[in-house]
């Protein structure tokens, strides 16, 4: 069964520094793989996704991931953050056909001023 | 225009009353999802529906049954409510259910069970 690791619970970082936020995952083939955000008091947004081809994919928001298949790696990266990014994170993967996505259990970000 | 809506937005009862919680897309979508995060935000799926066709039920106990009169509409109806149902719950449509698709996520229902 596919299960996905974000080893960091909470984050704080300086507004304009860089982010990596970390996601393994456990999978017998090359999963979809995605990243969600969730503002406080909202549902999650989309910010990037992987399927296949180039290993470093770009999303909205200025957030990028890297695909690392050796490390069994997604993880988000952004080089500035800015106080709205404050948030919970979500790397999820999904079987290729499957409906289901599964989830790991979030990172929060807190962006100090 | 809300791509996913959610009614309602918070929702508090008692242990053992019944309550439905109902979500609505206007995108278009072929299929639909419920999704359970729980106090320490564990994200979780418990149901989904193609074409009004169950294609996911994840041991969700009994007690939850989803309900799909269209493709547009999933509803989660909840009997003999416990205290461990306490919880957000999250609908989502996509576009298939292939995994291929971004799913869109409403804005929850904040359920308390007391």
């Known amino acids: 069964a596919q299960s996905v690791t974000q080893p960091d619970i909470h984050i704080t970082v300086s507004e304009g520094a860089s982010l990596e936020l970390r996601c393994n995952y456990s999978?017998?083939?090359?999963?979809?793989l995605f990243w969600y955000v969730q503002s406080p008091g909202q549902g999650l947004q989309l910010l990037l996704k992987?399927?296949?081809?180039?290993?470093l994919v770009q999303g909205i928001k200025g957030f990028e991931a890297e695909f690392k298949r050796s490390q069994s790696s997604f993880n988000l990266r952004k080089p500035s953050v800015h106080w709205s990014d404050a948030a919970e994170y979500f790397c999820?993967?999904?079987?290729?056909?499957?409906?289901?996505?599964?989830f790991g259990q979030g990172t929060r970000l807190t962006i100090n001023p | 225009d809300t791509a996913v809506s959610q009614t309602p937005k918070y929702l508090v009862t008692q242990m053992g009353n019944d309550k439905s919680i109902k979500c609505e897309q206007n995108?278009?979508?072929?299929?639909m999802y419920w999704y359970k995060q729980d106090s320490k935000k564990f994200l979780k799926i418990m149901f989904s529906?193609?074409?009004?066709?169950?294609?996911i039920n994840e041991t969700v106990p009994n007690r939850f049954s989803p309900k799909s009169p269209d493709k547009a509409h999933l509803n989660l109806h909840i009997n003999s409510l416990e205290l461990g149902d306490s919880a957000v719950y999250f609908c989502?449509?996509?576009?298939?259910?292939?995994?291929?698709?971004?799913?869109?996520f409403g804005p929850g229902t904040r359920l308390t069970v007391t």
């Open positions: 989502a449509s996509s576009q298939d259910g292939g995994g291929y698709y971004e799913q869109y």
């Open positions: 999978y017998g083939a090359t999963p979809y």
């Open positions: 529906y193609n074409n009004k066709e169950l294609i």
């Open positions: 992987y399927f296949s081809g180039d290993t």
């Open positions: 995108l278009g979508h072929d299929t």
């Open positions: 999820a993967v999904a079987r290729q056909g499957a409906q289901k996505l599964v």
